[in-house]
Nanobody
Framework: QVQLVESGGGLVQAGDSLRLSCAAS????????MGWFRQAPGKEREFVAAINLSGRDRNYANSVKGRFTISRDNAKEAVYLQMNKLKPEDTAVYYC????WGVGDTKTSSYGYWGQGTQVTVSS
C-alpha cells in the first residue's frame, strides 16, 4: 500500500500561484499513476490532472488546462501540482490519489489510494 500526504495549500488572491506537493511512502512509487482531484463545498469530487508512471503522459481538466502543471519526481517519491493564475472557482480541498499500474485516469473510481487533502482558497 502507498500512503499519501499533501501539502502546500493556503489562502491566496486571484491571479496568484501555489504549488501543491504530495509525498508518497510505503510502496513502489514507480508503479503508480498519480492524480490530483478537488472538491468544493456542496460539490462532487472532480478530476484536475493526472500523470502516468513515467511522467511522460499528462492529462488535465479543461478548466485548468494552460494554468496548472502536474509533475512527478520518482526519485523523491513525490508528485506536484503547480497552479498559476488562480481563480476563485479553484477554491476547494485538493486531493492526491494513486492508481496502481494505472495510466492516469480521470475517474475517481480508478484510484485506490487517497491523501487527506489540502485546502486551497482563492479570494477575489
Amino acid at each position: 500500500q502507498v500512503q499519501l500526504v499533501e501539502s502546500g495549500g493556503g489562502l491566496v488572491q486571484a491571479g496568484d500561484s501555489l504549488r501543491l506537493s504530495c509525498a508518497a511512502s510505503g510502496s513502489d512509487f514507480n508503479s503508480y499513476a498519480m492524480g490530483w482531484f478537488r472538491q468544493a463545498p456542496g460539490k462532487e469530487r472532480e478530476f484536475v490532472a493526472a500523470i502516468n508512471l513515467s511522467g511522460r503522459d499528462r492529462n488535465y481538466a479543461n478548466s485548468v488546462k494552460g494554468r496548472f502543471t502536474i509533475s512527478r519526481d520518482n526519485a523523491k517519491e513525490a508528485v506536484y501540482l503547480q497552479m498559476n493564475k488562480l481563480k476563485p472557482e479553484d477554491t476547494a480541498v485538493y486531493y492526491c490519489a494513486a492508481e496502481r499500474w494505472g495510466v492516469g485516469d480521470t475517474k475517481t473510481s480508478s484510484y485506490g489510494y487517497w491523501g487527506q487533502g489540502t485546502q486551497v482558497t482563492v479570494s477575489s
